[in-house]
């Protein structure tokens, strides 16, 4: 199983960077595929999650109405189109795939992350 994400890099305050991560070894259908970030020297913020099913995503507050996460399932791939990036989101952003296997168990994988840096 693994998963990539893909689309970081440089980008202007006020920009927009769309980043994918794709899996493979397991279909995305089968799972909420969930976004989080890291940044130094700061906690992990959950940015977004989008379930198997397509219903209401969950976004951080802190990203509502400026990103947006969609699925892509012929190319089991998920999308975070981010927009009016502000600098202070400079991170890694890692994407991860979670299923329920019981009432306590969870089967996840995790991407390697890729940098966001947004210049000031």
């Known amino acids: 199983v693994q998963l990539v994400e893909s689309g970081g890099g440089l980008v202007q305050t006020g920009g927009s960077l769309r980043l994918s991560c794709r899996g493979s070894?397991?279909?995305?259908?089968?799972?909420?595929i969930g976004w989080l970030r890291q940044a130094p020297e700061k906690e992990r913020e959950d940015v977004s999650l989008?379930?198997?099913?397509?219903?209401?995503?969950y976004y951080a507050d802190s990203v509502k109405g400026r990103f947006t996460v969609s699925r892509d399932g012929a190319d089991n791939t998920v999308y975070l189109q981010r927009s009016s990036l502000k600098p202070e989101e400079t991170a890694v952003y890692y994407c991860?795939?979670?299923?329920?296997?019981?009432?306590?168990?969870?089967?996840?994988?995790w991407g390697q992350g890729t940098q966001v840096t947004v210049s000031s």
């Open positions: 070894g397991l279909s995305f259908d089968d799972f909420a």
């Open positions: 989008i379930s198997p099913t397509n219903t209401v995503p």
């Open positions: 991860g795939a979670r299923r329920g296997r019981g009432p306590f168990e969870f089967e996840d994988y």
